[in-house]
T-cell receptor, first 114, second 109 residues
Framework: NAGVMQNPRHLVRRRGQEARLRCSPMKGHSHVYWYRQLPEEGLKFMVYLQKENIIDESGMPKERFSAEFPKEGPSILRIQQVVRGDSAAYFC????????????FGSGTQLSVL | AQRVTQPEKLLSVFKGAPVELKCNYS??????LFWYVQYSRQRLQLLLR??SRESIKGFTADLNKGETSFHLKKPFAQEEDSAMYYCALSDTGGFKTIFGAGTRLFVKA
């Protein structure tokens, strides 16, 4: 089991461009969580998804950010019209089912906005 | 509102000394508490959870509901314990896990 896979590891974008971050959960896991980590801060919850459903997006900024977890393929965190303040490490985690609270993390994607 | 507070950003101790990483939380229900650890160049991973009541790598943590704390302790720190430690809280049902800001533990030889 390769674990949670995130790509790319590093992503550089200019202001106004779009950023797409991908996350493939562990085999057999149907729950995906996205977190953002700003310098000197902890992990901030963004969104929780199950296959084809957004369960909790209370941590997502209201504009420019969206997430999906299609029936086939990885989960995608999409940031439109990026700004410098979006520069951060974005982590994905997965779990096999609701109520199993242990999260398995990916290595993260470091987004840098120039 | 749910909140996890780790008051220390950095904790530096000598090898063999006791270590305690503090964690306080606020939650209106019955939360599940965790400690996650990130060693250098590795992924964030679960260290222990309060319901397991077990010792992992010599670390223990006791949930104190009266003080709303879940401090992580180890009687004799080792150099390999140097890492970033995050306290985390999961709501009932495990729908969302929130993390503290983390404490970097540095164990000196």
């Amino acid at each position: 089991n390769a674990g949670v896979m995130q790509n790319p590891r590093h992503l550089v974008r200019r202001r106004g461009q779009e950023a797409r971050l991908r996350c493939s959960p562990m085999k057999g896991h149907s729950h995906v969580y996205w977190y953002r980590q700003l310098p000197e801060e902890g992990l901030k919850f963004m969104v929780y998804l199950q296959k084809e459903n957004i369960i909790d997006e209370s941590g997502m900024p209201k504009e420019r950010f969206s997430a999906e977890f299609p029936k086939e393929g990885p989960s995608i965190l999409r940031i439109q019209q990026v700004v410098r303040g979006d520069s951060a490490a974005y982590f994905c985690a997965s779990s096999p089912r609701t109520g199993v609270s242990e999260l398995f993390f990916g290595s993260g994607t470091q987004l840098s906005v120039l | 509102a749910q909140r996890v507070t780790q008051p220390e950003k950095l904790l530096s101790v000598f090898k063999g000394a006791p270590v305690e990483l503090k964690c306080n939380y606020s939650y209106s229900g019955s939360p599940e508490l965790f400690w996650y650890v990130q060693y250098s160049r590795q992924r964030l991973q679960l260290l222990l959870r309060h319901i397991s009541r077990e010792s992992i790598k010599g670390f223990t943590a006791d949930l104190n509901k009266g003080e709303t704390s879940f401090h992580l302790k180890k009687p004799f720190a080792q150099e390999e314990d140097s890492a970033m430690y995050y306290c985390a809280l999961s709501d009932t049902g495990g729908f969302k896990t929130i993390f503290g800001a983390g404490t970097r533990l540095f164990v000196k030889a």
